[in-house]
């Protein structure tokens, strides 16, 4: 007797399913691995001399004190490394950059020297006795300065270069020009329109300060003249690559493992000196060696985020019709061009600067400057400059709204590229897949009753005993995430295809090995499902397993959103390979062609008839043990997937903030947010998503922030002062959805991680600067804490 | 980071005697909390060290400092020190420091200080620079006050001295006018004790915070008030 449809189909726990994470277990019982967790005999503990000033000539450094401390190995400078040519290495973003400090340091806590000992305490005491003698230079920390052609030269070693890799470079100070969009078009259309309106805002460095801190353990064994490497890294298949091409070790001998990973966030998809200093260190001195950066270490010196300078400009009609964008950015990237993007995008995908409206014409340029700040521009929970173009282009909306005078739920639905107009060529050259922006407002509109918060607005404006300011804030966004396809997509020339290897065991259980690696995103529940719902074998039978360079295929990793559009798609592919012989096996047992034959949920059966089918737990065992003749047998696939396409996220949010008049004290009221990632695979791992993601959105516009005096000594790195938002401080979440599948994607399926992260920011932002519209405010910067907001109410004449 | 200072402070003694511990630098230092002179280089230069406590950054910085400029005329010295210390603090700072006469014959020390520190402390110091050297400046102040007054009064003792020699010596014209020369105008009043003048030793920290809280407290009173 066979069991109802809905009875097998919910026994495979597939795709649809709010499937609880499988990796919980272990981490609720704090039996994760992660790599402070790995612990080797005769292991080696490396710890980092920084820089104290943010601009010097490094004199002298002196080691004798620090090795004459009990424990204390070696300290290596990069005079040591000279010798090897590791003193400086590539960046993926075509520069180089310093891995020790060589006789001029750049930004402050930049690597200068490394110590190596017997334990960590004996490496700490080493680092406090190395004595350093700088010269110190003048420090540049404005990118504005940094291009006055009497600014200090920083990056010595670029002196006369005028080819950067990304272009000419005008001034020493200089990285690249980077531009998008049909410039000539887009003057013409501001010249000509009847109304424009400018405005500049900065988007502040950010840290996405994961719990976890960077660091590794290298192992080099000199017998068999192997090295495996445990590291904290969002693509470690493109560490091995880059290892072994430093190191000159083959790619065959080098392992790359990246463990259970505490959060990642863009944060840990560079390749970091301490990293390089690790594996020369055990390279050097035949033993294990851990590092492991503290917090401070890793807001100080790691890869940030954003530090955009922008100018957005807008011409339209009278009646709000957007007929062009244009935009301007000075990109500060600290002391070397270590962006996380695709080589070619330096400024990674910003030309989605359109957003969901349809701009017939656009151009944006943004020139990248160095600074003596820590290198970076990561992408911070977003897709490489995703989260930028989208608060430029959201902000810009509402700025116009206000000149004109028009609801800015009304000018938004004016300028949405319409439902029939997918695919859709946007001004600065992307297709977007698919969308469907009205239904997505009008359900967001409705949710929280906008016309009735916009009739409080007007009362509470009305009153002037009113203590508070209310601000409504709209975005309505779209995302381009999953990088990517690889004849626009590479880094360092390595496409950005993922990957996915199956192999079906013969008792019908199976393992599943991804290019991708899980930083918290809850992979070995979601693959799962997606391999359940595709060969109808329960998730629960099915293993997924990453980064380990030696087991599994080659990737690029998880970041940019890319893991569900990629790797979610080259599983699909690679389990659609193993359903096609798995066909030719069941027709070859039922003796049956396999034309007769139909997919039923977890089984091939004979068309009609339910009772002559065979599972596939039946099929997995025939394939090793009775194969059709002529048939190999196993039934495993390896699918390395190429995205035809970019997928486009969408949705609509909507922030309602309460502000003291008095304080600046801000309470958000309520957030609503609507997110459409097309094919949803585990309802529950998305809503914990959008949860993480708009929680990070609320650091970043609330608190978050890494300032610098006037000297480069940055200001607050520690989490006494950078804002890490935990269940005390986070607003209340209200989460929403449309389906609007992605039509090139084997799955339908879009990604979700970071549209809440790069929408709910200008969100937040459109809100603070709505409760302030009546007052003819425009814009102002973000981070809102009650002091920057009681500076603005005092500049708007309400706070006294 | 930057901090500008600009105090003053009252001396108990009169200007000449005020000056003398201005101008001298090794003196000078003394008043500094945790600070001395090491070695004087030449008449201009010398290298001296001072250890500070702010936060949780400790420092002993070793530096130079060079004499800019010093003029009695208007009790006016100038000064820069530069200092590093080896936990990767490093800190300048350029005085101004001179001295005026106040109306009750003693005088106000006036300080004018441009200090830019770097490194550690102004990583995690920053937040609390400003209070800090106002408590280091406030002990420097006190020392400061206490030498000259010890000056002040030893001058004042020869001048008592001197004056009752004459006294004695025209006893039969009456002693109105040595009662007079016994309390010279310029006698800072009221004269304080000079007993016990040690030049402090490194702040510490316990104390730091215990004068920072307490001066807190002190600014949240006077609002109310």
């Known amino acids: ?800 | 980071m930057e901090v500008n200072i600009d105090k003053q402070y009252p001396v108990a003694a009169g200007l000449d005697c005020a000056w003398q511990v201005l101008s001298d630098v090794t003196a000078l230092a003394t008043c500094m909390p945790g600070a001395q002179i090491t070695e004087q280089v030449d008449a201009t230069h010398y290298k001296g060290s001072v250890k500070v406590k702010v936060g949780p950054a400790v420092a002993a910085f070793a530096g130079d400092i060079e004499l800019l400029a010093i003029d009695p005329a208007t009790r006016t010295l100038t000064l820069l020190g530069k200092g590093a210390d080896k936990s990767g603090s490093s800190a300048s700072m350029r005085l101004e420091a001179s001295l005026v006469a106040a109306e009750d014959g003693s005088s106000t020390l006036v300080g004018k200080a441009a200090v830019i520190i770097n490194g550690k402390f102004a990583q995690f110091g920053g937040r609390m620079m400003a209070s800090v050297s106002d408590v280091i400046l406030a002990q420097f102040a006190v020392t400061f006050s206490q030498k000259a007054q010890a000056l002040q009064e030893a001058a004042d003792a020869e001048r008592v001295a001197a004056a009752t020699a004459t006294a004695t010596a025209t006893a039969a014209e009456g002693s109105t006018a040595s009662a007079a020369a016994s309390t010279p105008a310029s006698t800072p009043s009221p004269a304080k004790p000079a007993a016990a003048i040690s030049a402090p030793k490194e702040l510490n920290a316990l104390a730091l915070v215990w004068m920072m809280l307490r001066n807190f407290l002190a600014g949240l009173f006077g609002r109310k008030a």
């Open chain 1, 1 to 800: 007797m066979n069991a109802p449809l809905n009875e097998r189909e919910k026994a495979l726990m597939g795709m649809g399913e709010s499937r609880l994470r499988k990796e919980d277990a272990r981490f609720i019982q704090g039996k994760g691995n992660y790599v402070d967790d790995i612990k080797l005999p005769g292991m080696l503990h490396m710890d980092i001399v920084r820089a104290s000033v943010a601009h010097a000539r490094i004199k002298r450094i002196n080691k004798e004190a620090a090795l004459k401390i009990p424990g204390v190995i070696a300290v290596l400078t990069a005079e040591d490394l000279k010798p090897l040519k590791l003193h400086w290495m590539p960046t993926l973003a075509g520069d180089v950059q310093a891995v020790l400090a060589d006789e001029k340091v750049h930004f402050q806590m930049q690597e200068v020297a490394v110590v190596i000992a017997e334990d960590r305490y004996a490496a700490a005491d080493g680092v406090e006795a190395v004595e350093v003698e700088y010269e110190e230079l003048v420090a540049v920390v404005d990118p504005f300065e940094a291009l006055k052609p009497d600014a200090p030269v920083l990056r010595e070693d670029l002196l006369g270069k005028t080819e950067g890799a990304h272009g000419k470079r005008y001034h020493p100070n200089h990285i690249f020009t980077w531009d998008a969009g049909d410039k000539e078009a887009t003057d013409a259309a501001f010249a000509s329109a009847p109304v424009t309106v400018t405005q500049d805002m900065f988007y502040p460095r950010v840290h996405p300060c994961p719990l976890e801190t960077c660091g590794a353990v290298a192992s080099f064994d000199p017998v068999r003249g192997e090295l495996t490497t445990w590291l904290t890294s969002q693509a470690p298949h493109v560490v091995r690559t880059v290892v072994s091409m430093l190191s000159g070790i083959p790619e065959s001998k080098v392992r790359i493992i990246s463990p259970d990973i505490g959060g990642g966030f863009g944060n840990k998809v560079p390749i970091y000196p301490g990293y390089v200093c690790a594996i020369v260190a055990s390279i050097v001195l035949g033993r294990p060696v851990k590092w492991v950066e503290d917090r401070i270490e890793n807001l100080s010196s790691t890869g940030f985020a954003r530090d955009y300078h922008m100018t957005g400009e807008l011409a339209a009609t009278a009646d709000g019709k957007i007929l062009a964008l244009r935009t301007n950015v000075i990109a500060d990237h600290g002391a070397f061009d270590a962006c996380a993007d695709p080589s070619k995008f330096p400024a990674g995908m910003f030309h989605i600067c359109t957003g969901s409206y349809d701009i017939k014409a656009a151009y944006c340029k943004v020139d990248g400057v160095y600074t003596n700040k820590a290198p970076g521009g990561v992408a911070y929970r977003c897709s490489f400059r995703v989260t930028e173009a989208v608060y430029l282009v959201e902000r810009m909306i509402d700025v116009l709204a206000q000149k004109l005078n028009i609801d800015k739920a009304v000018i938004r639905s004016r300028n949405f590229i319409q439902e029939e107009q997918f695919p859709y060529r946007s001004a600065t050259g992307f297709d977007y897949d698919s969308g469907n922006y009205q239904p997505a407002l009008d359900k967001a509109l409705a949710a929280v009753d906008y016309a009735g918060l916009r009739a409080e607005q007007a009362a509470k404006r009305a009153d002037p005993d009113c203590p508070t300011l209310m601000g409504i804030g709209l975005v309505t966004f779209t995302e381009v995430v999953g990088a990517g396809p690889s004849k626009i997509c590479d880094i360092l020339g390595v496409g950005m295809f993922d990957s996915c290897e199956i192999r079906v065991h013969p008792t019908g259980s199976a393992i599943a090995r991804m290019g991708t690696i899980s930083q918290g995103q809850g992979h070995q529940t979601t693959y799962a499902q997606i391999i359940a719902t595709e060969l109808g074998l329960s998730s629960e039978l099915i293993q997924v397993e990453e980064g380990d360079t030696h087991t599994a295929p080659y990737g690029l990793g998880t970041y940019g959103s890319r893991s569900t559009p990629v790797a979610g798609a080259a599983i699909a592919m690679a389990a659609r390979k193993i359903h096609a012989k798995a066909k030719k096996i069941a027709a070859h047992l039922l003796e049956v062609s396999e034309a007769d034959l139909e997919w039923e949920i977890d089984r091939f059966k004979l068309r009609g008839n339910d009772d002559k089918f065979k599972t596939m737990k039946d099929i997995a065992w025939a394939a090793y043990n009775q194969p059709p003749p002529g048939l190999e047998p196993g039934l495993e696939a390896v699918h390395y997937y190429d995205p035809p396409n970019f997928t486009f996220p969408f949705g609509a949010y909507v922030c309602v903030v309460d502000i003291d008049k008095g304080t600046g004290e801000t309470k958000i009221r309520r957030f609503y947010a609507l997110d459409d990632c097309g094919t949803r695979i585990n309802p529950m791992i998305i809503e914990g998503q959008i949860h993480g993601g708009l929680t990070e959105g609320f650091a970043v516009a609330m608190g978050q922030l890494l300032s610098f005096d006037k000297q480069g000594n940055i200001q607050g790195n520690s989490l006494m002062d950078y804002f890490l938002p935990t269940a005390v401080e986070t607003p209340h979440w209200e989460t929403d959805f449309t389906v609007t599948p992605s039509p090139h994607h084997p799955l339908g399926a879009k990604g979700v991680a970071e549209s809440p992260h790069v929408a709910s920011i200008p969100t937040f932002s459109n809100a603070m600067v709505d409760a302030f519209a009546h007052l003819g405010v425009t814009h102002f910067d973000m981070p809102y804490s009650a002091f920057r907001v009681w500076k603005q109410l005092k500049a708007s004449g309400i706070a006294h």
